[in-house]
């Protein structure tokens, strides 16, 4: 039984999809049996080999909110595309196309529906992007993180599955608090603050971060991913630090294997807003300060008003933030009973079975008619 998996663009798509991946590993799905289509040049072009599995790339790019220029040229690759993507699907043969969004999404998505293969689509943000909205209508069943999707996604079509997390990342939650700070050489007597902006990093938050370290050291400590984009700027940073200071402080450009421990450290998290917040800082009862990125459309204002609104967050914006963050983290950091009653709300959202359900709902739609296929029995 043969799956094609379209996901791409961003972390946000690609992990929730290699963790229902790894799920079907466990139900019998084998790596050759995997198929996995991509944009040229994005994430996942690193990602998805490293996972042990068969990538294929296509030509694909952005129509949506670029110049008119560059979205005459993306529509002629998305149209290459689609001819690549019809090929690869004529000579796999799926039984079932999964996908999660991405620029070479909408193309597989389209080669899959021509050629009869049923499609399910994982929607990670709680409002769906335009490769998403373009591929509903071709779609069996929607799985969505959360319920929140309801005033965006078909009502017979949708499931909620709840947010992947990736194995590796909720493996963490059994090491104890004081297992997790000694990873990073810090200590169990101070509360500590993880901030991070994704893989290339959130540069607002980064020099935000930058301008109060010297405020927040003196009373916290924090494991700070900076992402690429300005880590030879954070790294210059720290280098200036006084060593009382510097010895709190924990800067990477990119965590790999220790993402999962630096949540399970944290007492509080200050991020942008991507799908992942939705399911990473609930895994781990995480409070969180959010930083909705200005120029994502609105899904990530979307997803942080979801996560505020059931008491599991609090909102800052890029203009705010350099007179906003000290005094934000320490309202929070150093207040015990609201931080618990936020780190309370998060857990409330978590879905531990969330990559189990995605993938029953995956096989159930390719037809394979073994009990442990079947559909999972969540909200609809």
Sequence with gaps: MRILVCAGGTGGGIYPALAAVSELRQRGVADEDVLWIGAKGEMEETLVPKAGLRL?????????????????????KLARGFGAALGHVRRFRPAVLFMTGGYGAAPGAAAARLRGVPIVVYLPDVEPGSTIRAVMPLARRIACTTDGSRAFVP???MVVTGYPVRPEIRAARRLSRAEALTR??????????????????????????????PALLAEAQIIHVSGTLTWPEVEANAATLPAELSAFYRPYAYLHDEMGAAFRAADLVVARAGASMLGECPAFGLPSVLVPLTFAWRYQKVNADYLTERGAAVQLTDETLPEALLPTVRALLFAPDRLAGMAAAAAALDRPDAAADLARLILAQSGLSSADSRPPEVSC
């Design 184 to 213: 990073f050489d810090l200590r169990p007597d101070r509360p500590t603050l993880f901030v991070f902006g994704g893989s290339r990093g959130a540069r607002a938050i980064n020099r935000a971060l930058m301008g109060v370290l």
């Design 56 to 76: 294929e790339t296509i030509p694909a790019g952005p129509i949506v909110g670029v110049p008119l220029p560059a979205r005459a040229r993306n529509a002629a």
């Design 155 to 157: 009502a017979h079509k």
